[in-house]
């Protein structure tokens, strides 16, 4: 099993970066592919980027790519995702999550995610 804790969300302005992190407990982070949702008031929770077990594959919805990125490092059992160019729209709470899918069309959808395997979230607000 494991526990996952995302951090690092805040307030900034449009154009601005921030770094989320999500630190995972247990001794199997490795053995999960892990994803980046977010969910705005009032909307459904979208999936935002996902990266493989060992990291060598990433995938991201359209309205993040080029300015987010996802990455992670197993030795220290944590997944971040760098944001850049942060627009208004882009305010909601972050969340990472774990799953044993390994193919990117499965990592988009909350579905493929163990409800267990949620971290509390963390709030990421741009303002204009």
């Known amino acids: 099993q494991v526990q996952l804790v995302e951090s690092g969300g805040g307030l900034v302005q449009a154009g601005g970066s921030l770094r989320l992190s999500c630190a995972a407990s247990?001794?199997?982070?490795?053995?999960?592919?892990m994803g980046w949702f977010r969910q705005a008031p009032g909307k459904e929770r979208e999936f935002v980027a996902a990266i493989s077990r060992s990291g060598s594959s990433t995938c991201s919805a359209d309205s993040v790519k080029g300015r987010f990125t996802v990455s992670r490092d197993n030795a220290k059992n944590t997944v971040y995702l760098q944001m850049n160019s942060l627009k208004p729209e882009d305010t909601a709470v972050y969340y990472c999550?774990?799953?044993?899918?390994?193919?990117?069309?499965?990592?988009?959808?909350?579905?493929?995610?163990?409800?267990?395997?949620w971290g509390q979230g963390t709030q990421v607000t741009v303002s204009s």
């Open positions: 999550a774990a799953s044993v899918a390994t193919v990117c069309y499965y990592l988009r959808s909350t579905s493929s995610y163990d409800r267990d395997y």
């Open positions: 247990g001794r199997t982070f490795s053995s999960y592919a």
